[in-house]
Each structure stands twice: as C-alpha cells, then as structure tokens.
C-alpha cells in the first residue's frame, strides 16, 4: 500500500540549514513533491524530482532523492523565519491514484 | 496565487444550517478535489472529481455532498453538521486525478481554504 511518513517538527535558529526528510513505500513512484502551507494557507508548490533524479537545486532548496531507501529530503539553506510553515512530501503513483501525502513537518525558526 | 479560488474565506454556521463552499479553477484543469485539514487528521481526501466524474469518495457522511457541474467548478453542500467537522477545507486541482509518465499531469494545485467553523 502507499504510505509516506514525515517527522512531526523540526526547530532550527535563522541562518542554518534545515533538512526535512520523507520516506515513502511505493517503489513505482514517478514523482515526488514538496509542499509549504503557511499559516491560515492552502499548499503551495515548492518544488518536485522525476524519480530517475537523484538531486535537483532550485535556489536556497535542494531536493535530494534515494530511491534504493526510499528516501526524499528537503534542503533549506540559510534559513528565514518566512520560511517557518508546514512542509508535507507527497508522492504521484502511476495509475488510478492521486497523489499521496505526508502528514506534514511544522518547521519553526528560531530568530 | 495559484489560479485555484475557493469562496468564502471563512464560514461559521450553526449544526441546523446549510451551506455551501465553492471552489474555481482557471487553469484548464479537469480533476478537481476536496480535502480536510484539522488537527487531528492533517489533510484528508474527501472527494475527487475526473472530468466532471466522482472518482473517489473516501468514506465521507452524508452530510458533506460534493457536486461538480463542469471542470472548472466544484461544490461541497453542506447540510446538519456537527462541531468535529470545524476545519479547513481546501480544493486543489490538476491535469488528470492520477499518475502517468507525462510530466506532472497529476500535479495538485491548491486553493487558500475555506476555515469552516460549526457552532
């Protein structure tokens, strides 16, 4: 069955790097996303990797993807307090399934 | 701004009302869904549409009925509803409802919500 698993929060001080890690469990996965949910927000797009990718750099993120382990993780360099959001990883699965979503790591900056 | 709207922005109404949320898209998209976000449960699929088909209603009551009367429109009518059901409710949108080798297709794209309170 499809599953994606996210820690819960992630707390880190304004100006490091935050790593926001994903696991999912269907290997047939085609591509993968990252969403941030602002407070009182819907989703918004942040970025997505083709699953034959195993890196894609847009920026201050780094999307970094292991697909032996299963693995997505999400790279913020630099980090802001606008940054501070829900970040939820999800998955698009061929076939008759939308797409699969985590639920979501609250990312707190520390100023 | 995504070109996904969703009206009103917030609803407060009592457990005997009826309502209802709605939801545009300008993007030329046909599958268009539902989802509650609360607390308890962070983002739950209620209902997905495929080109003006229901393709998925995951266990939902009753008391939330969607209606979608072309692609770029969705509704969900809400009629007795109980305090648990206070959440956000928000509508996405994208290409098709599921998975192919064609880039992105079942790319989701957000509305901002609709934060529903029942009294």
């Known amino acids: 069955g499809e599953d994606v698993e996210q820690s819960l929060f992630l707390s880190v001080r304004e100006g490091d790097s935050s790593v926001i890690n994903c696991t999912y469990t269907?290997?047939?996965?085609?591509?993968l996303y990252w969403y941030k949910q602002e407070p009182g927000a819907g989703l918004q797009l942040l970025t997505y990797i083709f699953s034959n990718m195993d890196m894609k750099q847009d920026q201050r993120l780094t999307v970094l993807l292991n697909k032996k382990d299963k693995h997505l993780s999400l790279r913020i360099a630099d980090t802001q307090t606008g940054d501070s959001a829900i970040y939820f990883c999800a998955e698009s699965i061929r076939g008759n399934t939308p797409l699969v979503f985590g639920k979501g790591t609250r990312l707190s900056v520390i100023a | 701004e995504t070109g996904v709207t969703q009206t009103p922005r917030h609803l407060v109404m009592g457990m005997t009302n009826k309502k209802s949320l709605k939801c545009e898209q300008h993007?030329?998209?046909?599958?268009m869904y539902w989802y509650k976000q609360s607390a308890k449960k962070p983002l739950e699929l209620m209902f997905v549409y495929n080109f003006k088909e229901q393709t998925e209603n995951n266990s939902v009551p009753s008391r939330f009925s969607p209606e979608c009367p072309n692609s770029s429109h969705l509704f969900l009518h809400l009629h007795t509803l109980q305090p648990e059901d206070s959440a956000l409710y928000l509508c996405?949108?994208?290409?098709?409802?599921?998975?192919?080798?064609?880039?992105?297709?079942?790319?989701?794209?957000f509305g901002p919500g609709t934060r529903l309170t029942v009294l």
């Open positions: 269907d290997s047939s996965s085609t591509y």
């Open positions: 993007l030329g998209h046909n599958a």
């Open positions: 996405a949108s994208s290409q098709e409802a599921s998975g192919s080798l064609t880039i992105g297709t079942d790319t989701q794209y």
